[in-house]
């Protein structure tokens, strides 16, 4: 049977607001975002064993991420195959893998039915919402928060009402006392539990007496929560006695309590993440990929009553050298003590080594917490009396001792062909210029005509500029054959919150130029748009790259991060 007659002969079950045994429904987490071989085909396995009455699911169920038709048919045909051991009636939650685009909308109402609808089974209210391509309770559109009101208020005799949607807006504003439309809807008519996914991690809470969970990966890239919930699914029984007990159950059967990660604990360890271990300096590599050096790393412990007692443990990749690479730590509640190493690499930085410990986040809870050393190339911008000529030829004296080794994302020696990056400076202007070799360079991609268009999917080459390193303000610019710039700003929080502007444009004085087997681009960069200037001596912070669609590759000056902290330097000289 079609998914999509699934789901409409459900919505025409009669509503009938009463409980009279225990209903017992599985949720299934999320399958995509770098899919996982085989993890959500196991899980489905399991939930089909445990023979639910009905199941859920919290999105992104396709990798999605694509407008073409026959693909995006081919993966639903392909997840309804995956599905098929559910026999029981399946419900599906849209995720922004499954509609990116409202061009994706006609693919997911053809394969799967109406993207927001609500359903009654078994004297239950649900509700699916579309939380697909909004980032926010607000930005939802006026349609489907009408249709949600009048909904819940038609529904408000309902013994309960649970809420299904892909993205948990309500973490963020819910759960620091802020408001947030949705919370407001749900209290106003009692909603008693609401599911998401898209973070791949779980953890639970409740505000004004609402359930909030939000599921871990079913099948798509993650990393263990802090008490080890990998991949799972979950399990929930309504009765009119118990009310709602949901309990997360992990791939291989072992169950769960509800509470076992609760925001409380995201977020301490979140701050372990964050500020928990930290490298005073970087590690400085030299031009010739050599390192010796010494690196001071801080261990911050939470003021939380529970010492920190542990080994810290390094992981050093070929190429790497740590001294000592495993140290006892010791650091009382609320304090921080500090630990030096020395380090060396010779010839390959990427990927650096990693060191580990475990890291109190509750009274009695520790987790793992992991930071990988900071690495640093330097790159050197010759300030110049005498400006160059933006004409795309790079015959002036400015332009020397370019940056020519890259990397891919693995730290392997790049796939592309060969790239050389130049910087230089006057007091009122950065300089950048670039020549990418390409054997085929009359079919180099340069699709995007119009500023801040796709410019990242053609051939180019991209900046990551932070003119101030004590400022999270970072400024990233991508420029294609054509002189076309992709640019925005992006504002990292003390809380390590990420909050790209891409309305943010910069003025750029560009000339590209293609060559026999080559393409070269110069570009003049006002500071004062950055509110900087140039002299000798500064440092910025810096990381570069080159992207080349013909071979499906990348040219990482560094591994390419919006952390401030993984970048290298620009040096003014």
């Known amino acids: 049977m079609e998914m999509k007659r699934v789901i409409l002969l459900a919505v025409m079950v009669l509503t009938v607001f009463a409980v009279a045994a225990p209903v017992r429904f599985a949720i299934i987490g999320d399958r995509t975002g770098e899919h996982q071989d085989s993890v959500y085909e196991k899980i489905v396995a399991e939930v089909a064993r445990q023979k639910p009455q009905f199941v859920f699911t919290v999105g992104d169920q396709i990798e999605g991420y694509t407008e073409d038709t026959t693909e995006l048919n081919q993966e639903w045909q392909k997840y309804k195959a995956i599905v098929a051991p559910i026999k029981v ?7 922004n893998h499954d509609i990116t685009t409202d061009g994706q909308l006609g693919a997911f109402v053809e394969h799967v039915g109406r993207p927001y609808y609500s359903i009654d089974l078994q004297g239950i209210h649900f509700i699916v919402l579309d939380a697909s391509r909004w980032e926010s309770s607000d930005k939802l559109p006026g349609e489907q928060l009408d249709w949600l009101a009048t909904d819940l208020q038609q529904a408000a005799k309902a013994q309960y009402t649970i809420v299904f949607l892909h993205k948990p807006f309500w973490d963020g504003t819910v759960t620091e006392g802020r408001p947030d439309t949705l919370h407001k809807l749900f209290v106003k008519y009692g909603v008693d539990a609401v599911f998401a996914g898209h973070y791949h991690q779980y953890f639970s809470g409740t505000y004004d007496n609402i ?6 990966s079913s099948g798509g890239q993650t990393e263990p929560g802090p008490t080890g919930i990998l991949y799972h699914w979950t399990m929930v029984t309504v009765d009119d006695k118990k009310g709602i007990t949901i309990e997360p159950v992990l791939l291989g059967g072992e169950k769960r309590a509800w509470d076992d990660v609760t925001v409380a604990d995201m977020r301490s360890v979140d701050r372990n993440v964050l500020a928990g271990l930290r490298f005073r300096l970087p590690a400085l590599v030299g031009e010739d990929l050599v390192a010796a050096d010494t690196v001071t790393l801080v261990v911050k412990n939470q003021p939380l009553g529970t010492p920190l007692e542990d080994t810290l443990r390094w992981d050093v990749p070929a190429g790497w050298s740590v ?7 010791s650091v009382a509640a609320g304090t921080e003590a500090e630990y030096r190493f020395g380090v060396g690499c010779a010839g390959r930085p990427f990927p650096a080594p990693t060191v580990s410990l475990r890291m109190p986040y509750a009274p009695g809870k520790a987790s793992m917490v992991k930071r990988t050393l900071r690495v640093a190339r330097t790159a050197s911008a010759t300030t110049t009396r005498k400006p160059p000529v933006i004409d795309g030829d790079l015959k002036e004296k400015c332009w020397q001792n370019p940056e020519r080794r890259f990397f891919d994302y693995e730290g392997g020696p790049a796939k592309t062909d060969s790239a050389r990056f ?10 950048l210029a670039a020549v990418c070799f390409d054997p085929a360079v009359n079919t180099v991609k340069a699709q995007a005509t119009e500023q801040d268009g796709a410019v990242y999917n053609d051939d180019c080459v991209g900046y990551f500029l932070q003119p101030d390193t004590g400022k999270g303000e970072i400024y990233q610019v991508y420029f ?9 700003k992006i504002t990292i929080s003390d809380k390590g919150e990420m909050n790209a502007d891409p309305k943010w444009n910069g003025t750029y004085e560009v000339k590209t130029r293609l060559g026999k087997d080559q393409w070269r681009i110069e570009v003049k960069i006002p500071l004062a748009q950055f509110g900087v200037t140039a002299k000798p001596g500064q440092a910025w912070g810096l990381n570069f790259r080159r992207k080349q669609p013909g071979r499906k590759a990348n040219a990482d000056w560094q591994p390419v991060s919006y952390d401030p902290s993984a970048f290298g330097l620009l040096l003014f000289r």
Do not use: E, M
């Open 422 to 431: 130049y910087f230089a400076a006057d007091s009122a202007n950065l300089y």
């Open 211 to 216: 359930k909030y969970t939000v599921l871990g």
């Open 323 to 329: 001294s000592p690479k495993t140290v006892a730590v």
């Open 480 to 488: 294609n054959p054509g002189g076309i710039a992709f640019d925005q």
């Open 89 to 95: 009636p399946l419900h599906l939650t849209p995720g």
